[in-house]
């Protein structure tokens, strides 16, 4: 194959001022006399606006961004230095600070009308509160090495966390964690009758790994990979059912060859590493901003700052809009429902409307991760618990049920489980590139999974 090159510009102070990648049009950057960047021009895609640009303060902290789209971003500090405003067009996002700490004690978003307020244990966080369009609260105990011992939301009854004597953590809730005495990683996991066993290699890289209910086996993976830790090939076998799957890359290392029980889909790209062809067919068609217009038989458009604005498939087109923070804000779907976020001052989606009525808000414990999910009346219905992976649950906790998720090395979930009778509440599957598909289960459970993320309406 021919490899290709991006070509790099850069003035005399070392500055990068243009990125000209394989096969489009350059990206061009300017700075002060200070060199900060003032500007950023995108590649022309028939806009009459294609630049960012941005304003300092003598202290170099950015004080105006200018959007393609002329939607202006304004920041104010104080004294200090210190952030106190963002002004937005949806209105302004106000912070406060402790006067003897300096810890940020509240953030305000005056569009959502929520108040985040923060109380500290030293430098380390002790509470969360939500206030506004609906109220909640997540609180945290430390132990004597400063990781947490416990969080609790609201006032249920707080989840306990215990770790070995290298801070490994081997208790999570009613979830234990089995750790390899050598070396610490993970032999497996106890939550009722759930089990999971995993091996690894000589490299630490997972091999296998197998999840039972009371001694049947629901779902069992072996991985095979190359010398680079990539994965060759992969055998799974789900609630009795086995499929095999191999895996090629070419010497650039992008995916080019998928065999899955014997059936072969190979891919191409082209000269900027964008996937364009499935089995020689070219399926997908890029802008000089490599932004996707077309894939098979979906078309999309987009802002003139980059967003995604519609996708349209048989007539039928679904549009987003977004702040200027580049936060998804609504969803109208082609049925004319209309699917809004409420973001907070820390830009999580914690609620969700439909048709204009919250459904469902969500505390979070750290910046990304949802902790529970509440009705439209504030009472809590979900709590999500966090033990051996950082990105996903490893538990769920309802009013009448505790479900243990099953995933696979990615985190991706495949099996979601009921840990007091083994009934299986959900089932996901997912293609080579992570694109999942609900196989019809015959239980309706909507708590199984957050919804912060996903466009469906759910009753």
């Known amino acids: 194959m021919a490899f290709k090159s991006a070509n790099q510009e850069y003035d005399q102070n070392g500055n990068l001022t243009a990125l000209k990648p394989p096969s489009r049009p350059a990206h061009n950057y300017v700075y002060n006399e200070v060199d900060l960047q003032t500007e950023y021009q995108a590649p022309e895609i028939g806009l009459s606006n294609h630049e960012t640009l941005s304003s300092y303060n003598l202290d170099q902290q950015v004080t105006r961004i200018t959007r393609p789209d002329n939607q202006v971003v304004d920041f104010n500090y104080d004294s200090g230095?210190?952030?106190?405003?963002?002004?937005?067009?949806?209105?302004?996002?106000?912070?406060?600070?402790?006067?003897?700490?300096?810890?940020?004690?509240?953030?305000?978003?005056?569009?959502?009308?929520?108040?985040?307020?923060?109380?500290?244990?030293?430098?380390?966080?002790?509470?969360?509160?939500?206030?506004?369009?609906?109220?909640?609260?997540?609180?945290?105990?430390?132990?004597?090495?400063?990781?947490?011992?416990?969080?609790?939301?609201?006032?249920?009854?707080?989840?306990?966390?215990?770790?070995?004597?290298?801070?490994?953590?081997?208790?999570?809730?009613?979830?234990?964690?089995?750790?390899?005495?050598?070396?610490?990683?993970?032999?497996?996991?106890?939550?009722?009758?759930?089990?999971?066993?995993?091996?690894?290699?000589?490299?630490?890289?997972?091999?296998t790994e197998t999840a039972s209910y009371d001694g049947n086996v629901l779902y069992h993976v072996q991985y095979t990979r190359d010398k680079l830790g990539r994965l060759t090939a992969k055998t799974e076998t789900l609630e009795g059912l086995t499929t095999t799957s191999a895996y090629q890359y070419d010497l650039t290392g992008r995916l080019v060859s998928v065999e899955v029980d014997g059936v072969v889909t190979k891919y191409r790209y082209d000269d900027n590493g964008n996937r364009t062809h499935v089995n020689e067919t070219q399926v997908a068609t890029l802008d000089n901003q490599d932004r996707l217009r077309q894939y098979d038989d979906i078309s999309y458009t987009y802002t003139a700052n980059g967003e995604l604005l519609t996708k349209t498939k048989a007539a039928q087109t679904t549009r987003y809009s977004y702040d200027v923070l580049t936060n998804l804000t609504k969803?109208?779907?082609?049925?004319?429902?209309?699917?809004?976020?409420?973001?907070?001052?820390?830009?999580?989606?914690?609620?969700?409307?439909?048709?204009?009525?919250?459904?469902?808000?969500?505390?979070?414990?750290?910046?990304?991760?949802?902790?529970?999910?509440?009705?439209?009346?504030?009472?809590?219905?979900?709590?999500?618990?966090?033990?051996?992976?950082?990105?996903?649950?490893?538990?769920?906790?309802?009013?009448?049920?505790?479900?243990?998720?099953?995933?696979?090395?990615?985190?991706?979930?495949?099996?979601?489980?009921?840990?007091?009778?083994?009934?299986?509440?959900?089932?996901?599957?997912?293609?080579?590139?992570?694109?999942?598909?609900?196989?019809?289960?015959?239980?309706?459970?909507?708590?199984?999974?957050?919804?912060?993320?996903?466009?469906?309406?759910?009753?």
Not at 176 to 191: H, I, M, P, Q, S
Not at 404 to 426: A, P, W
């Open 81 to 207: 230095g210190r952030l106190t405003e963002i002004v937005l067009p949806k209105g302004p996002q106000t912070y406060t600070y402790d006067p003897n700490t300096g810890q940020v004690i509240t953030v305000t978003d005056s569009k959502s009308g929520i108040v985040l307020s923060h109380s500290y244990d030293g430098s380390l966080l002790k509470s969360e509160q939500w206030s506004g369009n609906f109220s909640g609260r997540v609180n945290y105990g430390y132990n004597a090495d400063f990781r947490m011992k416990s969080h609790n939301v609201n006032k249920l009854k707080p989840i306990a966390y215990d770790y070995d004597a290298d801070a490994l953590m081997i208790k999570a809730g009613d979830l234990t964690l089995n750790r390899d005495a050598d070396n610490g990683l993970l032999k497996g996991t106890t939550l009722g009758k759930v089990n999971t066993t995993l091996t690894h290699n000589s490299f630490g890289e997972l091999q």
């Open 331 to 459: 969803v109208e779907l082609p049925s004319g429902d209309q699917i809004e976020y409420v973001v907070d001052g820390k830009d999580r989606r914690v609620g969700k409307k439909v048709n204009g009525v919250l459904k469902e808000a969500y505390l979070y414990q750290g910046d990304i991760n949802p902790v529970a999910a509440l009705n439209s009346d504030g009472k809590v219905i979900a709590q999500y618990i966090y033990a051996s992976q950082d990105h996903v649950p490893d538990y769920i906790i309802t009013d009448s049920a505790t479900y243990r998720l099953i995933t696979d090395h990615l985190g991706s979930v495949r099996r979601v489980v009921d840990i007091n009778t083994g009934e299986i509440v959900q089932r996901l599957n997912y293609d080579a590139w992570a694109i999942s598909s609900r196989i019809p289960t015959p239980v309706s459970n909507r708590l199984v999974l957050p919804a912060a993320s996903t466009t469906q309406i759910r009753a």
